[in-house]
């Protein structure tokens, strides 16, 4: 079974569009993330939640908004997309020890996003 | 000085040769210290964790220098399959937001 799916791996789509990416996990894992990773390969954080709840945004576009309906789902809506758009997304979640900072992330396969 | 820093070689290497790669952060805040593994076209995947007194998991020993602000990836005997990008992963000291250096290729050939 698949612990962190995305879907679609593949979005082709026109400048100017409104997508969405959806995300799952089934890890049981409290806190899912949003990642970017751009043509030079550079994995930035832009979203995490923690049951539910927004607890990072990292300084992301305000066309990119998150939605977590529970908390083994976030998925990700891109309106008005933009070239510089065009990237690998990155789904993932971890659990999360109250008190530990040490946190193993699993990640999704991956959506390939291409703005034309 | 960038956050979390990584020369990305690539580092190209004989089947059998020891290669290391260090890791550099910025924040001696951090709490938290990873090492990842990204195949071409994959998602990155847990390697190892990284511990202040150091660890093992087989052919990979991971190191923590905090006063120099560094972490390492030894790995003993490459293997072909270990050809793949090396992340490092430095949580951002007092929170959870974890930040990815570039990555180091790491190519061994027969």
């Known amino acids: 079974d698949t612990a962190v799916s995305q879907t679609p791996k593949y979005l082709v789509t026109q400048m100017g569009n409104d997508k969405s990416i959806k995300c799952e996990q089934n890890?049981?894992?409290?806190?899912m993330y949003w990642y970017k990773q751009d043509s030079k390969k550079f994995l930035k954080i832009m979203f995490s939640y923690n049951n539910k709840e927004l607890i990072i945004n990292e300084t992301v576009p305000n066309r990119f908004s998150p939605k977590s309906p529970d908390k083994a789902h976030l998925n990700l809506h891109i309106n008005s997309l933009e070239l510089g758009d065009s990237a690998v997304y990155f789904c993932?979640?971890?659990?999360?020890?109250?008190?530990?900072?040490?946190?193993?992330?699993?990640f999704g396969p991956g959506t390939r996003l291409l703005v034309l | 000085r960038k956050e979390v820093e990584q020369d990305p070689g690539p580092f190209n290497v004989p089947e059998g040769a020891t290669v290391a790669f260090n890791c550099t952060y910025s924040?001696?805040?951090?709490?938290?210290f990873f090492w990842y593994r990204q195949d071409c076209r994959k998602e990155p995947k847990l390697l190892m964790s990284?511990?202040?007194s150091g660890n093992e998991d087989g052919r990979f020993t991971a190191q923590l220098n905090r006063a120099s602000q560094y972490i390492s990836l030894l790995i003993r005997d490459s293997k072909l399959s270990d050809s793949a990008t090396y992340l490092c992963?430095?949580?951002?000291?007092?929170?959870?937001?974890?930040?990815f250096g570039r990555g180091t290729s790491l190519i061994v050939h027969p």
């Open positions: 992963v430095v949580n951002k000291g007092g929170s959870y937001i974890p930040t």
């Open positions: 990284v511990y202040s």
């Open positions: 890890l049981g894992h409290d806190t």
């Open positions: 924040n001696s805040a951090s709490q938290s």
């Open positions: 993932a979640s971890s659990p999360v020890t109250s008190g530990s900072y040490q946190e193993t992330q699993y």
